[in-house]
């Protein structure tokens, strides 16, 4: 009986020992996430972009990733960020590569499919310690071209960032109008194969108890984000509110349905209070300033050059004819109750002293 045990136990040892000592020349893990590059809704002319991460379990030392694109139809439409031959450095697990698909305008409608291959080998090419047989993966590729119009997209994050108070000149009205904004930074996910953005987003502004509404304000004029990307897109609200804490009801609009609302809290303060953190206004004031000061300047050139004052002044004493009129006749009305007042106190001391003779 134990010589039967010992007679099956070392073969079983054996091999578990090559197993452990021989683990040193080919790694432990290779794999990749997600394993495709698929998308079904991609229009001529579109951009995508997929993430891939390429993940080890094991990572003792630098290797070297091998990309090869099996796709002859659309070889060229792939391009990978790091190239077809990149490090996989030491000690990180896991490494971010991104496939980006350039679809030609002239693309035919249809389906392409392929493979790609991530073939990882010891950056040396020694066959020392480290992965000395290459280890690899299939990446599988399914891409529709189509000219069906799909058009949605996602919030994935809103804010409305603290901001100040402007500063001088800044405030004057003809200013702040356009300058004091409250702004709601929307990151949105373009899930269509078309431009698209929010039909709208509102702002409702309470008060820090937000018990009192104080202001209310729209705005559908916001920039679209490319087919199948993610970017922030912002809206913009005038407001006359003052330094203080305040609470911003967002609304997100898809045509005319609400697809997302947030409550978020939000700071107005003084002139240079932030300091660094204050979204600058960048050259938009001067412009302005710009925009204002040319006005002025051409309303100044044609009053002289084509003699407009003359036109102006006829007009202004067209507009105040009917002024002159009616000054004439209140003073006519003074004038004639002026009289009239007088009569009266003639007539009333007239009767005072015939009353005195009288007596």
């Known amino acids: 009986m134990v010589e039967k045990f010992f007679k099956h136990f070392f073969p079983f040892l054996i091999s578990i020992l090559f197993f452990f000592g021989s683990a040193n020349t080919a790694s432990a893990g290779f794999g990749i996430s997600p394993p495709y590059l698929k998308n079904q809704q991609l229009a001529p002319g579109s951009k995508y972009v997929q993430n891939i ?59 392409y499919k392929g493979n790609i291959n991530i073939k990882i080998s010891s950056a040396g090419g020694s066959a020392g310690s480290g992965v000395s047989i290459a280890l690899g993966a299939r990446l599988d590729v399914d891409l529709v071209v189509t000219n069906v119009v799909y058009s949605d997209f996602i919030v994935r994050m809103a804010s409305i960032p ?25 990151n949105i996910e373009n899930l269509g194969n078309v431009k698209t953005a929010p039909s709208k987003v509102t702002l409702d502004i309470f008060d820090i108890t937000r018990n009192r509404l ?65 979204p600058s206004l960048g050259y938009y004031p001067w412009l302005l300033l710009a925009i204002y ?48 007042f007088w009569r009266w106190v003639a007539k009333k001391t007239s009767k005072y002293n015939d009353d005195n003779r009288n007596q």
Do not use: C
């Not at 603290?162 to 356009?178: A, Q, T, V, Y």
């Open 162 to 186: 603290d901001f100040e108070m402007l500063g001088w000149p800044w405030r004057w009205n003809i200013f702040s109008h356009f300058l004091h904004r409250a702004r709601v930074v929307l």
């Open 214 to 278: 104080l202001e209310s304000a729209t705005d559908s004029r916001l920039k679209e984000i490319e087919p199948f990307a993610t970017a922030e897109t912002t809206a913009y609200f005038p407001t006359k509110l003052g330094v203080g804490q305040y609470w911003g009801r967002v609304k997100v609009y898809k045509s005319s349905t609400i697809i997302n609302s947030y409550d978020i809290a939000f700071t107005i303060a003084s002139p240079g209070e932030l300091g660094g953190n204050n």
């Open 53 to 111: 991460m390429l993940l080890r379990s094991e990572a003792e030392e630098e290797l070297k990733a091998t990309v090869k694109i099996n796709a002859p139809d659309i070889a060229s439409w792939i391009t990978i960020d790091k190239g077809t031959e990149f490090i996989l450095p030491k000690g990180e697990y896991q490494v971010p590569m991104a496939l980006t698909v350039n679809v030609p305008k002239d693309a035919e409608l249809g389906s």
């Open 293 to 340: 000061a040319l006005l002025a300047l051409l309303i100044a050139v044609s009053i002289i050059r084509f003699r407009l004052w003359r036109v102006s002044l006829k007009g202004l004493l067209l507009l105040l004819a009917p002024l002159g009129y009616i000054l004439k006749k209140i003073g006519s009305l003074l004038r004639l109750g002026n009289i009239n």
